[in-house]
């Protein structure tokens, strides 16, 4: 599998409508980022087309319209992402983020218990 595009926040928001639900129409991107964003519909068209160039949504024409889908799914996203920030904030490093984390905020117990099932499973790998 080839590594998924780094996409922007602007771009993340409208990823995230198509997760949701797609294929769907620009006109229907565009009302529902208006009002959540106060974005211009030349703006959706414009982050629509940097996807599509990215190879992160593919298009299909439809009566007179295109419809637009993803063609990497989120948790490709987010693990690309995740794996870039371990990288450059923590040098790559899992425990000394997870350390970090730790000391910076409250864990709840099922979060502690998250990761002692966690830490469990990679000890018997």
């Known amino acids: ?6 996409i922007s926040d602007a771009e993340r928001k409208i990823m995230k409508l198509l997760w949701r639900k797609s294929p769907q129409p620009a006109y229907d991107l565009i009302q529902e980022l208006a009002e959540k ?12 087309n940097r996807l599509i160039r990215k190879k992160a949504l593919g298009h299909k024409a439809y009566k007179n319209l295109y419809l637009y889908y993803p063609l990497v799914s989120e948790e ?10 371990l990288k450059q904030v923590f040098d790559g490093s899992l425990a ?6 730790a000391k910076h905020k409250k864990l709840t117990p ?4 998250e990761l002692k099932r966690m830490i469990e499973q990679q ?3």
Do not use: N
Not at 76 to 85: D, H, L, P
Not at 96 to 101: F, I, T
Not at 110 to 113: P, Q, S, T, V
């Open 37 to 48: 964003e106060k974005w211009l519909p030349r703006t959706v068209k414009s982050l629509l």
């Open 110 to 113: 099922a979060e502690i218990d």
């Open 123 to 125: 000890e018997k790998k």
């Open 96 to 101: 000394m983020m997870l350390v970090q984390y």
């Open 1 to 6: 599998m080839t590594k998924p595009p780094s």
């Open 76 to 85: 490709e996203c987010a693990k690309a992402e995740s794996e870039s920030f």
